[in-house]
């Protein structure tokens, strides 16, 4: 079997690499293709999967976001055309490969686990004949968008699916030059790009503040800052008490081996999670089903004020727990539109 993936941002990497090695084992050929945006090429490179770069992102505004789905769909679908045929193509969020998929009248799949971003899954849930969703999702959420019959539901987080097999190292620290014995923070900053995030987070900006004072402190606290474009990079480069990480890392290991971890968007505050570190959410938003449920549990902090952030140092050796999920389940999720033919 033949089996197209595109990926159009850095955590569809980090999903799809096991999707991707679950179906390679199984003797199927899988087909990569990649839009250049934030560290989605690097985290490419990084994991050694064959891909080919088409598109760019096109900017934050609705229209330029028009603009760039019809013209990266259609270089997609003069890319399909040249190397198909394919029996189904998949993808996380990539509203591209629904249309270039449904125009070349190949089945498509999609995931996703945040809701609300409206005008994504308008189109992705309506093309595709699989939408694979977390558990936590109330069906009826999503119905609007045309997903009726089509939801294939999973347990738990996709994180502890795609972080099944993983074992932090420490050597991310090293090549950051983080002291262990130091207090690390691990920051993310806002998806200023996406439609659902639209305006400044006052709070993360006091977040940076407040850490920038913790450097200079008793504590000497590190604070890593992993920008989501390079216009947030240029902003913090620079700017003393921070670590602005120049190209793409083992973010996972940093946060498997930080004391904290603040993050105004999804998948990192959900890595956290799965890998049992101390996490709080400054997303202004409105919060999807899963992470409503982590908040509910405990697992999830929502930070109101920079000064309830706990900055202590974790005691060495504490245990954390981890739940691991097995990845070929979404593979078959993902493949179901497949048995239906």
Request: glycine share 8%; proline share 6%.
């Amino acid at each position: 079997m033949r089996v197209w993936i595109d990926l159009t941002n850095s955590p569809h990497v980090l999903v799809m690499r096991p999707v991707i090695e679950v179906l390679e084992r199984d003797g199927h050929e899988v087909s990569v293709t990649a839009r250049d945006f934030a560290q989605t090429l690097g985290l490419l490179r990084r994991f050694g999967i064959a891909h080919t770069a088409i598109g760019r992102h096109r900017g934050e505004r609705l229209t330029a976001k028009a603009v760039g789905l019809a013209e990266r769909s259609a270089a997609l679908t003069r890319w399909a055309r040249r190397e198909g045929p394919f029996d189904i193509a998949l993808g996380h969020g990539s509203n591209d490969i629904s249309v270039a998929a449904a125009l070349l009248r190949i089945p498509s799949a999609t995931m996703f686990d945040y809701e609300w971003a409206k005008v994504q899954h308008h189109v992705n849930c309506r093309l595709a004949r699989a939408v694979v969703v977390p558990g936590a999702i109330p069906p009826e959420r999503l119905y609007a968008y045309g997903a009726r019959g089509k939801l294939r539901r999973y347990e738990g987080l996709k994180e502890e699916y795609y972080l099944a097999d993983f074992e932090p190292d420490p050597g991310v620290l090293v090549e950051l030059g983080l002291d262990p014995a130091r207090p690390i923070a691990v920051v993310r900053t806002p998806p200023e790009v996406s439609l659902y995030h639209r305006f400044e987070n006052d709070l993360f900006a006091g977040v940076l503040g407040r850490l920038r004072e913790e450097a200079a402190g008793p504590r000497a606290v590190q604070s890593v800052v992993l920008p989501r474009t390079d216009s947030q990079r240029a902003q913090l480069r620079g700017i003393r008490g921070f670590t602005v990480p120049e190209r793409a890392i083992d973010a996972q290991s940093l946060i498997a081996h930080a004391d904290v971890v603040v993050s105004a968007g999804g998948t990192m505050n959900r890595e956290a999670v799965a890998l049992g570190t101390p996490v709080y959410t400054t997303f202004e938003g409105r919060p999807g089903a899963v992470d409503e449920r982590l908040i509910a549990q405990g697992r999830l902090r929502r930070l109101r004020d920079p000064a309830d952030l706990d900055l202590s140092k974790r005691p060495r050796g504490e245990e954390r727990a981890r739940v691991k999920r097995d990845p070929r389940i979404l593979v078959e999720l993902l493949l179901s539109p497949l048995q239906s033919r």
